[in-house]
């Protein structure tokens, strides 16, 4: 039986990939009667219901083609690198036994409302509909404390990967855009004093370590020592947020003009913004915990009573960083203070010093930050008693756009290729219509698990079929060929070195599974990297 | 050095884990004073600040808990069904070569308008927060078709999996919510005739099977051979569409109902409705090839020029299913229509037979469906000529909410534990203060890449511990204790055997590791399923 009787099948293309703009061969544009036809009814019936191509097309004449403000499509060059960056963090988040829970992409309006101070103005609404007001989150902690609230979890260690909106004013360059994903890992449930705190320092580490973008610190602080620093330097409380909130802008803007927010702006008494410079200025270089003894010792933070015992439990999270074998990249930083308002005690950042991506050696910025948070989940429980804990909380959100650019341009600028696919075997042929034989060989191939592709022509050009498969990476072909097919065999080839050898047919799943195995072999045994290795 | 000196540390918890509404244990509340000053201050602060704690308590009273209408969340047992889930997709995707790209989760409004007929009203627009007019996705087609034609790309085999949104009355009995999944695989470029289209096929029986959610049909119709059958039976061009839409219904209501609203609503001729009711009840049984050979030989539509050369594509497609061993699931069937106006070939569906779940034996209705597009891509190209195909593309689209809650229900079911973490070794002790022995030996873990977990507490209670393993499904746990310490030996328990053995201090690691392979090396044994094995 040969099922292309009667089909005047068209040869209109190419073999599959992603050429922008390829042109159809010429000489094979040509269409039979049948086909014709076939099309021109189906144009006609458009036209006739009214919304069909041609309908269209006149429409499309106006239409806008992009996407939107401050949102990108990642193309599969980029997802390649999307997805290893995401396996590296996830495998750490499972090494130290993670969940993962997901929540939907809108939330209701409310469930964001008196969350993220000033920066409510940024949160997406969702259209009124009729029905719920709803908006789109703006990170994933407010839905995570929303959830355990609701379905009244007490503890949990979870993860959870996804993307979160702002209307932010976005900047290509700055790695800021308008959709981007958070990676959040944190640590629910009341437990000894920075004992988890401590593990979230650590799993910070070795992300940072595995994902190889260049030298990073691990910047450490404490709400409460914040706080006894603004009380003990004369900070009236009230102004006690304002002032955080300039302090927080000292990684980027110079002392001077922090100063000047302070005291012209946010009528702070110019001697007190004097003895705030005196301490911010301070942070951990060697030994951190001889660092916090010095704090310890100072005649004014030394002395308020909330921050001793803040710097007692810095302290002892110093110790467990020492015991987790990463104290030498974290910093106890005194002018790390965090927007959010929901910290309670300690706060991170991790920043990296020395760009991988630009070599320059000024510090590039966050891409990590984080902290304690023990009233969050209490704001969604109606019935919790005042002031009450109910569940505290700690983790850290890994932001990581910045490092997908690093990431990208290191492949970039490396010889190595970034494969978009993992196509094992590639099915050629060297004579026309032995599509029949190559259908067959697919079906064989995809039976035992083998990753395999082949041309979507009837008979497509064995160069072009050879140029897909090093354009792709594929690492090996099978060659199929009238005599060959005669004699019972095929010929196998390496597409790299372009040697080729002739398997019997019935053999080629075997022979093809041992090969696979030597490549794969070699491929996945570079050493695994350990933090700071 | 003791790190613990001067810090109260006060053990609030337990083991971590998520058990609802777990109580702290009495006796271990009472709060040392630095503590309470702490908090104390923490308190007083926010009160001043406006929007701390006390603050957040009083508005909580009015705050609805809850996730929108039409959404979820997805906990960790479910998180891992979907993972499975997940996993089993996209491993065949790329059996096939796909690669994968990603889009944003809302798309210019204008870029939605005029794709979707009547279900337009379904889409979820964004507020007017000055700026672009955005919408949410519906589907991931027409977010591809904008990518294709954004970037002048003529051919791609892509994957895409995420989250759509339709503001549609919900039901959860059903399966259906207003945030989903959709897993979707295309082929877009101008090749042969069928033999994209053939491995779509492939592809989804693939799939299903490998799901083991029991028995399917993968239905197929043309939209050419619809239309030919439409007008041989005598309906009116102008009426194609809504007659199709009726015929569309066929698959949950009786003929004379669909009858009823052609004849009665639509106003078609009732001889015209007899004569589409002896097409529409067809559908291939057995050799889907005779069965068009049948038709072909049919004095009405066997007649129809267009009809008469999709029915040849469509024995040329069912001859392809058979190299690729899929012809047992695949029905030719004359009463598939599916809504959508984009379609222009090959429409697909599957259908799950006799629900796994339920074990009945009706049809549960459609997981999958799809179909060949030549147009949609075009229709955002300005510059094309009128009508012209530019970038032909056939795909299909996963619905795998039903999928999710047949996988669930199946685990549930069964006596198989479902594990929420990937944790391998617990790291317990049996005595007070050993936790920093324990910090070291998750360490020296961590690094060697095995996952560890341990107590937040300081002083754990060894049963909890245990306990923790088995809820978690832990394999091993190493058990700390004074004396073992002194002796420079652990020991390392099998947790569900409670064999416990003594391995020295320093080969640990390395025993582990053994074990390890041996428990893996266990648990992917099971051999892998083949289509139709």
Redesign the interface.
Known sequence: ?D??V?????????T???????K?EKGKEKKQA??T???E??????L??G???????????????????G??????KQ?AV??KVFKTIIDCF???????????????K??LT?KY?EDSKLI??????G??K?S?RYDLTVPFA??L??????????YHIA?V?R?DQPSTARGRFR?FYQCDFD?A?????M??DA?IV?ILA?ILSKLDIGKFVIKVNH??VL?AMMEQCGVP??M??AICSSIDKLDKTPWQEVRNEMVNEKHLDPAVADRIQNYVVLKSQGNA?EFVDQLLRDPLIGQH??G???F??M??L???CE???VSDVVSFDLSLARGL?YY?GIIYEAVLQGDALTASTESVGSIAGGGRYD?LV?????K?S??A?SVPCVGVSIGIERIFAIMEAKMLSSKEKVR????EVYVASAQKKL??ER??L??EL??A?????QS???SPKLLQQLQYCEE?GIPLAIVLGESELQNNVVKLRDVQSRNEEVVPRDKIVEVIKAKLQLINGQSTSSS?A??HA
């Open positions: 039986m099922p292309v009667g089909i005047n099948a068209v040869a209109q293309g190419d599959v990939g992603r050429k922008p703009g390829k159809t049948g086909e036809e076939l099309s009814e189906l144009r006609t019936k458009a006739i219901d919304n069909g191509p041609e309908d269209a097309t006149a429409g499309a004449q106006k239409l806008v083609l992009k996407n939107p403000k949102t990108r499509d990642f193309e599969p997802m999307r997805e499972k090494l130290h036994g993670a969940e993962t829970i997901d929540t939907p992409v809108f939330e209701l409310e469930t008196n101070g997406y609404d969702l259209a009124d509909q029905g719920e709803l789109l929303r959830y609230a609701m379905n009244k979890i007490t503890n949990i260690k979870r993307k909106y209307r959709e640590i449930g009341q437990y000894d004093v004992t988890a593990e650590r070795e709400r409460v706080d409380a009230r006690f947020r915990i009573a909330g001793k015992e803040a007692e439990q302290k002892l110093l110790s467990y015991l987790y074998g308002d309670t009233y209490g704001m969604f429980d109606a919790l005042k002031g804990k978009t696919t993992e196509t599509h029949f259908m067959k697919c079906r995809w039976d698990e083998i990753k395999t592709e979507y022509k009837l792709y695994i350990t933090v």
